[in-house]
């Protein structure tokens, strides 16, 4: 299966029964070129179907939503740990909780980053020492967890 796309969420599937130079696609007057990797229904998806791209842009996703709450109300502004923990659970957990399964089709090191980043950033916000474990930060300020 080869993906192809054209300004949007068009794909085109091509037969491997079919030589690739007599595959043609047209739409509007102009060719489809196949490329890696194309977007159905918000979805990112390729041709080996790893979801890694999606998992990707999720982590990163997940990672500017922190900086951004961060930014706006970290310590720095005096906002307690209380707030900064609801502010994380209403902004930042829906960024991951979007398609959530594509975490779990990808390679297993992109949901183990993507729980690791959460932990990090719930003891940071409970000031807790980077010994303290991660799992019990996640318990006691009532987030939900990842894996």
Partial sequence: ITFSSLQGDVIALESKSIRRDTYRVRMGGSTIAPVRVARCLGIWLDQEYTMIDEAKKKIDRFQSKIKLLLRIAGPKWGCPPAHLLRLYVATAVPALAHNPWSLFLAPKRYL????????RTIKRFLSLPSCSGGDVAEVYAKVPPID
Avoid at 112 to 119: D, E, L, P
């Fill in 112 to 119: 183990k980053k993507a729980v690791s980043i959460q932990r």
